[in-house]
């Protein structure tokens, strides 16, 4: 399986991005898809998932300001961006996970957000 990301630039404070990850196969196969980010001379973080069943967990940090959603029918998963902060900006990776067969990872897109 292949997920391409993409949807990443360069946004002022309070701006929005929306970002997709469009997997080569079916994402119904994937008990949980998601998205991670990673800052400059920081680790991998989880930002936001969503479980096969619809429940969706999210960092404290963009609870309220960031949705992650899901199309079947497209094998997409988003993540509507709103009221982005300097400190959101990152290389941003979707990953999709199945039980007893492993998880997968995006290959990164780039968000910026200016002061």
């Known amino acids: 399986v292949q997920l391409q990301a993409s949807g990443g630039g360069l946004v002022q404070a309070g701006g929005s991005l929306r970002l997709s990850c469009a997997a080569s196969?079916?994402?119904?196969?994937?008990?949980?898809v998601g998205w991670y980010r990673q800052a400059p001379g920081k680790q991998r973080e989880l930002v936001a998932i969503?479980?096969?069943?619809?429940?969706?967990n999210y960092a404290d940090s963009v609870r309220g300001r960031f949705t992650i959603s899901r199309d079947n029918a497209k094998n997409t998963v988003y993540l509507q961006m709103n009221s982005l902060k300097p400190e959101d900006t990152g290389v941003y990776y979707c990953?999709?996970?199945?039980?007893?067969?492993?998880?997968?990872w995006g290959q990164g897109t780039q968000v910026t957000v200016s002061s």
């Open positions: 969503i479980i096969s069943g619809g429940t969706t």
């Open positions: 990953n999709a996970r199945r039980i007893l067969v492993g998880e997968f």
């Open positions: 196969g079916s994402i119904v196969n994937f008990n949980i």
